[in-house]
């Protein structure tokens, strides 16, 4: 089950980027099709994030770490609950909040996504460095033919 969380995570990041490259576009060119394809995106993206977090919380509980990992993995959780606090902020905005506010209240809106992109973009960084630098969640695969011991130096492997 812990290895649904690398699943999960590449569609929050797919949706939630593509989201904001619509809502960006959509603002500079005055195009309400990309903004409306931008907040359906930011929808999916939320629900989306929430499947990551859950499935990153129980793969934390079910891999060890400790020392240099520990701190990554922290990191990484909380810039998690930071990206999923940011999309269902900018759901609120899009679903409930824009058409009644002053629209020059926009421009956060348009900081928070920012915010949101740096997050999302750090946040797998520390993912990669847990498993690839330090295996967490990595189970060694040992096969018969590699229990033997071969020289790789030589020619036709």
Do not use: C
Not at 35 to 63: C, D, K, M, P, Q
Not at 113 to 139: D, H, L, T
């Amino acid at each position: 089950m812990e290895n649904i969380h690398p699943i999960a995570v590449h569609f929050a990041i797919g949706l939630f980027l593509s989201g904001v490259v619509f809502e960006i576009i959509g603002k500079l060119k005055l195009n309400k099709f990309l903004r409306i394809a931008g907040h359906w995106n930011l929808i999916l993206a939320f629900f989306s994030i929430g499947v990551s977090v859950a499935t990153g919380l129980y793969a934390e509980s079910a891999a060890p770490h400790s020392g240099p990992v520990h701190d990554m993995l922290e990191r990484h959780e909380s810039l998690g609950f930071v990206v999923l606090i940011i999309i269902f902020l900018m759901n609120v905005y899009n679903l409930f909040l824009k058409e009644r506010l002053n629209p020059k209240l926009e421009s956060l809106y348009f900081v928070l996504a920012i915010a949101g992109v740096i997050a999302i973009s750090v946040g797998p960084y520390f993912g990669g460095e847990m498993v690839y630098r330090y295996g967490v969640g990595v189970q060694e695969i040992v096969t018969e033919e590699e229990e033997d011991s071969h020289d790789h130096s030589g020619h036709g492997h």
